[in-house]
């Protein structure tokens, strides 16, 4: 909306030309984040202090996060008011980039809302019923398919992506593959992200590194110079998603300041269900998605410790970690949890390296 303001105000003052640039405004919305979450976080807590909004520790979790009990949850909710609101201010509102990349942050946040709803105010345990939430991120991949499919938002539709590492290759998937390909990607990361938020910081630092990562890379592949130097897939329009990923970006780093730990806060599933589904969004309207298994490096292994540890459990009666996901198995090993959070971060700003660093590795 001020991006609106600015442009029609430099009709009369011409400094203002610098918010038709969207550096300045990824910039301005990274800090408009910040100071949301900053500013907001303490009145938050007192609300969800005032309310009763607190986790409740699963007994079949390690015996250390019972003191965790009675922390407030579903900070998420301050996390999307702090992503949605500098979109709306500093973004092109008319391009169909961000509006879709907006549907699916309200569609996967209202899911882990109803989620963490259940836990913390209806005593459920357990939540949202599984087949239910997977129904809810399946119907979210279904319909971001079809506004791709009848409102491409970057020339015709297309049914390709992106191979890292080598240049002017593509893979086909034709349409029959391609709509599941795209129901599993937003399935996958969301449910990744959420199986990562398992200990304080975690989950929305790695987030971070993440959505860096992918600002860059939304930047490049809006801007025709640098996508043809880069051999990067170019997309008019998709720069105005590196706006998106700053706003996230500012969101995380003022979200961390009460999740840090030891956490004020949880963001709950309506916060890691949103962040990862917006994740493996951004990556298929770039045509990117093969690099979320390099950028989100950490996701990916703490997912596939779970698939390994249930699997392994029913074919074998043996378990390969002393408790899924990963983080939870170094735990009972006897690392302190900052030590792990710490070192998980470390690795995943190796990965949003080597993310970049794949635009010239070709």
């Excluded at 987030?207 to 990562?213: D, T």
């Excluded at 840090?260 to 309506?270: L, R, S």
């Amino acid at each position: 909306m001020l991006y609106y303001l600015f442009l029609e105000l430099t009709k009369h003052m011409s400094g203002l030309n610098l918010f038709r640039y969207i550096t300045t405004r990824a910039v301005a919305a990274a800090i408009t984040a910040m100071l949301i979450s900053l500013l907001l976080g303490p009145m938050f807590l007192r609300l969800l202090h005032r309310f009763q909004v607190k986790e409740k520790i699963r007994g079949d979790g390690p015996e250390t996060h019972m003191a965790k009990a009675g922390t407030p949850t579903m900070g998420g909710i301050l996390i999307l008011i702090a992503v949605l609101v500098p979109t709306l201010l500093w973004a092109d509102l008319s391009n169909r980039f961000i509006l879709l990349i907006l549907m699916v942050t309200v569609w996967m946040g209202a899911i882990g809302f109803m989620d963490d709803y259940l836990k913390a105010k209806k005593n459920q345990p357990r939540g949202l019923v599984g087949r239910y939430k997977m129904l809810g991120q399946i119907a979210c991949g279904l319909l971001f398919f079809a506004l791709l499919y009848f409102y491409p938002p970057s020339g015709e539709f297309s049914t390709h992506t992106n191979i890292p590492f080598f240049k002017n290759y593509i893979l086909r998937l034709g349409l029959i593959f391609y709509i599941p390909f795209i129901v599993f990607i937003i399935t996958g990361t969301s449910n990744a992200v959420n199986l990562t938020d398992g200990l304080d910081g975690l989950a929305i630092g790695l987030s971070a590194f993440c959505f860096i990562a992918f600002a860059g890379l939304t930047y490049i592949a809006g801007r025709v110079d640098y996508s043809s130097y880069l051999a990067v897939e170019y997309m008019p329009g998709a720069g105005e998603l590196a706006i998106y990923c700053a706003a996230v970006i500012g969101a995380s780093m003022g979200f961390l300041w009460f999740n840090a730990p030891p956490a004020q806060v949880f963001m709950g599933d309506t916060g890691a269900l949103a962040l990862g589904g917006v994740l493996g969004a951004i990556a298929i309207l770039i045509k990117q998605e093969f690099l979320l298994a390099i950028v989100g490096g950490v996701f990916v292994v703490e997912a596939l410790s779970v698939i390994l540890q249930v699997a392994s459990f029913r074919l074998k009666g043996k378990r390969i970690f002393k408790m899924a996901p990963l983080h939870h198995h170094f735990e009972l090993l006897g690392w302190k949890e900052p030590k792990i959070v710490v070192r998980f971060w470390i690795i995943g700003a190796i990965c949003a390296l080597l993310t970049l660093s794949t635009l010239k590795i070709r």
